[in-house]
């Protein structure tokens, strides 16, 4: 799971594009000629007086022609003597429409809605200039039109991007997927589409989607890389390295290609391909701090630190100005018990980016590792005192009291509490922090307050061993029995599946070779 | 591209001050790991209690032979085996009953369980040879219970291979009635705990085992083989974890000496999922009925709950006992049992391995626990594995203590690894009275202080002067015998009691001892510690109290009340007849006339 954070920013970095680039979504109307011809649904006012087919045909023929000008004026003459013909403004709305001229256009379909308020011609017309502006009138127009055409799937593509624009991708899903293969065209609404399911958690529906962004776009190593990240978020990473293999059996893969393939090989087992793969991306970017840090962390899973400190040196030689390296640096050497050596990279860090906390919160994880609480304790309240409000530290805090054994009722223990409560508040999605809270909370008495918390870090990661016996704890003493039997099945699988990851991680131990090349700078 | 917190967190994960987040990588124990509590200031109040080790000179000098001293080839040599107190002639003189081990390359001269007669004098006679309890194998565990009622407390002996019942012939002698009894198994086992229990309250007393592991010497893989098979990066004997799980039994007394094993019909044979060790056997619940719990090793450990209809239903998960605080396993080896907190419920003492906290456990009364390691301040000692283990008045001063003993299992290591010592000191965590404890090492005695790789230990009064002592067993070397030399003035109430429709060594008879404004609870117990039996006698720290109310619930669920007993005595009781006086064991010397 290593470039998990790497799959997420791919992923979202589509957000980026799509809602700065209104226009890169924009779906063609069907002919304007066949549908001129059938616009008008609802029957004529007891005011209008309908253009005869004499004078329509001349437009629509102007406009099937591509003669915008020419259609314009006739719409033009022709509303002179009919000008309450719903009709005619449509075609009139088409013209200039067509001619780009998106002021008039919509005018001239508005006054069509106002004479006949379900022309659909005009109401197609409106609604597409009205997204195309990003208007919020489209989706009362889209609304219109799927009232009268439930099923018009440009309608629905339209309302699943404005949906996706609003954030609202519980909303915007289902107008995407009745959308169907009209997305095809439009890669970026199908890139939203996507993005809505990874954010819904229908990983593998986003799988789906994506798999026919790369269908049709069979050339774009982004597509690949896309389904890629998402396959590896849905824990798939056999179907990720299958769909990376085009790229990296060529010569197009970059850096960002080899770095999931890594994560993939390493998902799979396969460590040795994992780190070959990092060192490919490192060959082609190595200045590419994440690099770094992957391998930082393939080393410390295999509990392979010397490697993993050779090469974060390596990162830190090509950049000595970044502070997430001496970080992950410190963490290595705090395993190999070197407390002095990783105290001076965490310092280091500070310096370089004073306003991350980082830091000071593996100051004070060193601290807890060499078996000093008390120290701990300080550091991070030294740190806090300068960010107060920094969750991570908030939540260190907390749970170093607790390890001391603060009990409850004395000061200690209130301020463990306080401090675990505001590090929820101020990161809810921090899990460790709630299950700390949950702890202290029932260390307290305080049960149904805890069952909350367990229940919330269990939505966070539903294989949390800790909060899933914290809750079934919780719930015995509350007498509400009834689920424990199935959070004791939960308990358990959970229990198995880290058994067997555990044995996977171990299968292999980095070690530097003889290979001179294993040996260079940049060769990890 | 910033580093995420996520990405930190997983990064450090090791360094996470969460005692989950600890798990070490490579080895084949248990990986829950937890960081030491900073120790308070002492609180310099005094310990009465002060231990001598007079193992030499009462004559216990034979070693425990068990695998080889320098180095464990195999998980077998490692665990080692525990000890009892036994008065097995009735002459109310606490005898000793020591387990031995062998070694994988043959059995060396002298490696043997042996039988210690008390001669009433601080000292004692091998009498083994004339006792036929001359056995040399792996053995583990040893329960002492009357299975036959017949007056004579008989030994049931666990071991890898084939377990052991002896009949106590009453005359001085055992007989190995395993066969004749039902107990031969068809296959090898690994036996480890075991109890005497009444579960179905016949008055007869059943046998519960549990089992280590499926241990077949031809198919283990060599030390470092595997994941499972280094510590620290160091190549050690493998296992447990990636070994099979052995399968605990459960026995039913017939009533004319046979037993039959109804393990699957109790619903016992069904929980596969843990490396079990020492088995106690407690009505957690006091519902009136014995519970069984069992230490397991590196697996949830387990709490069987009796259904009063012949079966069991385990819920250890579900009561707090199996897992640590937070739902990780741990090593778990022996376990002490006691009322801490004098709340008049049991509560329990597990021994795990180094880099973790043993854990209190405080029963409610209804058989639901609560980890209090930390608010105990039991989470200031990480640094040593630990074993055998007691909730015992040590200084009488009416609370209850912790006592436990430790040992490396991987002998070798301290050549490489020197912070992790093959030998280790006794440790005592002395009861405040405030729910909390201290630890105290040298502060009680040149015997605590002193190092050994120890495993079982039984708790018992072997000179009779109304304090406890300690037999401990120390692998490859002889035994320690910690005497306890009280100073102050504190009293004490001893209670023998005598099951007539209950079984007759009372297993499982509930006492309540009310004295000033204190109450505690205590159990008589089968097998607890490490594979250990303690002195059956229940002793009862008074402190400045002189009498006691003695509230008893008899096995079969007869209650009794003895009211204003006077301290600094052995009472004897019996089923339906209160104290009685000129029996065997009420004709103990009184305090001082042990020799010394």
Same mark, same amino acid.
């Given at each position: 799971m290593m470039s998990m954070s790497f799959a997420r920013h791919l992923i979202f970095g589509i957000a980026l594009a799509l809602s700065i680039a209104p226009a890169s979504v924009s779906f063609s109307q069907p002919s304007q000629g066949s549908q001129s011809s059938q616009a008008t649904k609802s029957p004529p006012t007891s005011e209008s007086a309908h253009a005869p087919q004499s004078s329509i045909e001349p437009i629509t023929s102007a406009l099937t022609t591509n003669q915008f000008e020419t259609a314009a004026d006739l719409t033009r003459a022709a509303l002179k003597d009919f000008p309450n013909d719903p009709q005619l403004w449509s075609l009139q709305g088409i013209a200039f429409a067509s001619q780009g001229k998106a002021t008039e256009a919509l005018a001239a379909f508005q006054r069509a809605l106002a004479i006949s308020p379900n022309n659909i011609s005009a109401l197609q017309g409106a609604a597409q200039l009205e997204f195309q502006s990003a208007s919020p009138n489209a989706r009362t127009l889209l609304n219109r039109l799927l009232k009268l055409r439930p099923n018009d799937p440009i309608s629905h593509a339209m309302l699943g991007v404005v949906n996706y624009r609003e954030g609202n991708c519980g909303a915007a899903v289902p107008h995407f997927a009745k959308a169907g293969s009209i997305l095809d065209s439009q890669p970026a609404a199908l890139h939203a589409y996507a993005l809505c399911l990874v954010r819904l958690k229908r990983l593998d529906d986003a799988v789906n989607v994506f798999q026919r962004t790369v269908t049709l776009r069979a050339d774009d190593p982004r597509e690949r890389r896309l389904l890629a990240a998402v396959q590896l978020m849905g824990r798939r990473p056999k179907d990720a390295i299958v769909t990376l293999e085009p790229l990296l059996q060529g010569t197009s893969a970059d850096a960002g290609t080899w770095q999931l393939a890594a994560s993939a090989y390493e998902d799979t087992g396969d460590t040795p391909a994992a780190v070959n793969a990092l060192r490919q991306a490192i060959l082609l970017d190595p200045k590419n701090t994440s690099l770094y840090l992957d391998f930082a962390h393939l080393s410390y899973q295999h509990q392979s630190f010397p490697v993993g400190i050779s090469v974060v040196s390596d990162g830190i030689a090509q950049q000595p100005s970044s502070a997430q390296l001496y970080i992950a640096r410190g963490i290595l050497l705090v395993q190999l018990g070197d407390y002095d050596k990783a105290e001076a990279d965490f310092d280091k860090a500070h310096q370089l980016d004073p306003n991350q906390s980082l830091s000071a919160a593996a100051q004070g994880m060193a601290a807890v590792q060499a078996n000093d609480l008390d120290r701990a304790l300080t550091t991070v309240e030294t740190k806090l005192a300068r960010k107060p409000n920094d969750a991570y530290l908030l939540y260190l805090k907390a749970d170093i009291l607790s390890q001391k054994g603060a009990n409850p009722g004395t000061s200690e223990f209130q301020s463990a509490l306080r401090s675990a409560r505001k590090a929820v508040a101020s990161a809810p999605n921090l899990a460790e922090a709630r299950s700390v809270l949950a702890r202290l909370y029932l260390d307290s008495g305080q049960t149904r307050e805890a069952i909350e918390q367990c229940r919330k870090a269990i939505e966070l990661n539903p294989k949390d061993q800790t909060a899933l016996y914290r809750l079934i704890q919780a719930l015995q003493k509350t007498g509400e029995k009834k689920e424990i039997p199935d959070l004791l099945n939960r308990l358990a699988k959970a229990r198995e599946q880290a058994a067997q990851e555990e044995r996977e991680r171990s299968r292999y131990k980095l070690v530097e070779g003889d290979d001179p090349q294993s040996t260079s700078p940049n060769h990890p | 591209m910033k580093i995420s917190r996520r990405a930190f967190v997983n990064l450090s994960i090791a360094a996470s001050v969460s005692a989950h987040a600890s798990r070490l990588l490579g080895q084949g124990v248990s990986t829950h790991t937890a960081k030491a509590q900073p120790k308070l200031a002492p609180s310099g109040r005094p310990f009465n209690a002060h231990f001598t080790d007079v193992a030499k000179q009462a004559g216990l000098t034979a070693p425990v032979i068990y695998g080889k001293p320098e180095y464990n080839d195999y998980i077998l040599e490692a665990t080692g085996c525990g000890c009892a107190f036994i008065d097995y002639d009735n002459d109310g003189w606490m005898d000793l009953f020591v387990l031995s081990g062998t070694r994988i390359e043959g059995n060396p001269e002298g490696a043997t369980n042996r039988l210690y007669k008390n001669n009433r004098d601080g000292t004692f006679t091998d009498v083994t040879e004339k006792s036929g309890l001359h056995d040399t194998g792996w053995a583990c565990g040893v329960c002492v219970g009357d299975y036959n009622n017949d007056g004579f407390e008989d030994l049931f002996i666990t071991y890898y291979g084939q377990n052991k019942l002896y009949k106590n012939? #009453?005359?001085g002698t055992f007989s190995d009635i395993t066969k004749a009894a039902g107990l031969l198994g068809d296959d090898t086992r690994w036996g480890a705990g075991c109890t005497w229990v009444d579960y179905n309250r016949d008055g007869h007393l059943d046998l519960f085992v549990s089992n280590y592991l499926q241990f077949d010497m031809n198919r283990i893989p060599k030390p470092g083989a595997n994941v499972n098979c280094t510590w620290k990066g160091i190549p050690v004997e493998c296992g447990p974890r990636g070994l099979p799980r052995g399968v605990h039994s459960l026995y039913r007394n017939n009533g004319d000496g046979t037993f039959t094993d109804i393990s699957a019909a109790a619903g016992i044979?069904?929980?596969? #999922?843990s490396y079990g060790m020492t088995v106690v056997s407690a009505d957690f619940d006091e519902d009136g009925w014995p519970d069984i719990y069992v230490a397991c090793d590196s697996t949830p450990s387990l709490l069987f709950m009796n259904n009063h209809d012949g079966t069991f239903r385990e819920e250890g998960v579900v009561r707090g006992v199996a897992l640590s605080e937070d739902g990780q396993e741990q090593a778990g080896m022996g376990i002490g049992v006691g009322d801490y907190n004098l709340d008049g419920h049991i509560d329990l003492f597990k021994t795990h391995f180094s880099e973790d906290t043993n854990g209190l456990y405080r029963n409610?009364?209804?058989?639901?626990?609560?980890?209090v390691t930390r608010t105990a301040r039991i989470g200031v000692e990480t640094r040593y594995i630990c074993w055998g283990t007691g909730i015992v008045d040590l200084d009488n001063d009416g609370l209850p203590d912790i006592f436990f003993v430790s040992g490396s299992v991987y002998p070798h290591l301290e050549k490489t690894l020197t912070q992790y010592p093959n030998k280790n000191p006794r440790t005592i965590f002395r009861n405040l009275g405030n729910g909390t404890f201290e630890e105290l090492i040298s502060e009680a005695g040149p015997a605590i202080s002193e190092r050994h790789s120890s495993r079982g230990c039984a708790f018992g009064d072997f000179d009779n002067d109304g304090d406890l002592d300690v037999l401990i067993v120390n692998i490859n070397e002889p035994p320690s015998l910690l005497r306890n030399d009280m100073k102050g003035a504190n009293h004490w109430l001893k209670l023998k009691l005598v099951g007539t429709k209950s079984n007759r060594s009372a297993i499982g008879a509930r006492v309540v001892v009310r004295y000033g404004k204190k109450l505690q609870a205590q159990e008589v117990l089968s097998q607890s510690s490490f594979y250990s039996t303690n002195d059956t006698r229940l002793h009862f720290g008074l402190g400045a109290e002189k009498i006691a109310d003695i509230s008893i619930r008899w096995p079969n669920g007869a209650h009794e009340e003895l009211k204003a007993v006077a301290a600094d005595q052995l009472i004897v009781v019996k089923e339906g007849s209160g104290i009685v006086t000129g029996q065997g064991w009420s004709k103990a010397a009184k305090p001082g006339a042990s020799g010394r």
């Open positions: - | 012939n #009453g005359d044979a069904s929980q596969r #999922g409610d009364g209804k058989a639901n626990f609560e980890d």
